[in-house]
């Protein structure tokens, strides 16, 4: 089949697009026809994308409506995937070309005005949907300006419900986590147009499984912004009695924060900041650590790079937020924490240090769900049939 691809970017940035490059990468293998709609470039990793989407269209200076009639009518695809977009002109303009629409829910962009569905200073989870209370007692609609000039932007409550609305629209919403699903139902969207296909990462069998040295590292890997909770971490960390090294994979806007929680914590000797790993580069990583933590605060739609660290043998420390129980079993894979219970957080990873016998069998466990559960061919496989419906029943005339 022939797929048009359509995201708000263009080259690496974050999950959204090593999700989108894994996916067109392998369908592409497949022998399905790709193209790509996107917008502007990020300045990382083009080249993978040039080399995989050989046929190309960019949201440039003409409105978003020509450019998407221009890359339906030159492609011609069966089907068109929708990723991260918030310009309502090119989801109107995609609505109306007549090809099937399915959209990947990467995150809470599409029905939160904050985009990521806990408040800012309480970090408090929300769990209503896209309402009035959205403006008050919430105050979204006013934002942080992260683009230079005023500090604060206005975001408007009644384009987030037209946006919602269009959204509805579509014949398929992907999601990757019942919790995910429950935030479009709770928004409004009819059950039988979600599915959920978790977006998995690509994994070889053959890796190795993790030391568990007496190194005690613990490893943390993902952006270094305040949803994800590295100063949270840093706060239990700081109550673990046991020897450790932690090694902090990743960067963001809230690393020098947490660096200097780091020192103020006395814990810069045993917490090193590597900034960001390529990703071939991170198994050295995982294959040398005995714990993977995951601190994350906001409701995290999947939360993959934990089953990543699962794939090495790795029990997993998270906090019980968003999708991650669908993932990780508390005392069989792991442990899952109360949200924010720092003490908590800091007695469970000692223990999985201090007992390093418990911490290879729940790791080996969860290497066992993350390879019989959470499989990447099975992945593309529910995407394909998926597409492959969407296709059958636009071309079935109806009575």
């Known amino acids: ?31 399905h026809a790709l193209a790509l709609l996107h917008g502007p470039p990020t300045g990382k990793s083009e080249e993978a994308w040039r080399e995989l989407f050989s046929i190309r269209f960019a949201f440039g200076e003409q409105p978003s409506a020509q450019a998407v009639a221009e890359a339906v009518q030159q492609f011609s695809p069966d089907c068109i995937y929708v990723h991260k977009l918030a310009d309502l002109g090119a989801v109107e303009a995609l609505l109306g070309c007549g090809r099937p629409l399915a959209r990947m829910v990467h995150d809470h962009d599409l029905y ?49 419900k037209k946006e919602i609305a269009l959204n509805r629209r579509f014949q398929r919403m992907v999601v990757a986590t019942d919790y995910m699903r429950e935030e479009l139902l709770r928004n409004g969207f009819a059950r039988e147009r979600i599915e959920i296909h978790s977006p998995v990462p690509r994994f070889d069998e053959a890796r190795e499984t993790a030391s568990f040295s007496e190194r005690n590292l613990i490893v943390f890997a993902g952006q270094i912004i305040r ?55 991170m198994a050295a990583f995982y294959l040398d650590a005995s714990v993977a933590v995951v601190s994350s605060v906001w409701p995290e739609p999947f939360g993959a790079v934990g089953l990543e660290a699962m794939r090495y043998g790795l029990p997993v420390v998270a906090f019980d937020a968003g999708g991650i129980r669908e993932w990780l079993a508390d005392g069989k894979t792991g442990f899952l924490v109360p949200w924010m219970d720092r003490a908590m957080f800091a007695e469970r990873v000692e223990q999985l240090l201090e007992y390093k016998k418990v911490a290879r069998q ?28 969407l296709i059958h029943g636009a071309k079935t005339p109806t009575t």
């Open 112 to 160: 939160c005005m904050r985009s990521y569905k806990y408040h800012p200073l309480t970090r408090e989870i929300c769990r209503r949907p896209a309402s009035l209370a959205c403006i008050f007692p919430c105050g979204a609609v006013l934002a942080r300006n992260r683009g230079g000039g005023l500090p604060f932007k206005w975001v408007s409550y009644a384009a987030k």
């Open 362 to 389: 729940l790791g080996a466990q969860g290497r066992e769900v993350a390879r019989e559960n959470f499989s990447f061919a099975k992945y593309i496989d529910g995407l394909e049939v998926m597409f492959g419906k």
């Open 1 to 31: 089949m022939k797929m048009l691809f359509v995201h708000e970017r263009f080259g690496a940035f974050a999950g959204a697009e090593v999700n989108v490059l894994l996916t067109a990468d392998e369908l592409k293998r497949r022998g």
């Open 227 to 281: 949803g994800k909770g590295v100063d949270v971490l840093l706060e239990a960390l700081a109550l673990v009695k046991q020897p450790f090294e932690c090694v902090i994979l990743g960067d963001g806007g809230h690393r020098a924060a947490c660096e200097e929680l780091s020192r103020r914590l006395g814990l810069e000797s045993r917490v090193k900041f590597k900034g960001y790993i390529p990703p071939a580069e």
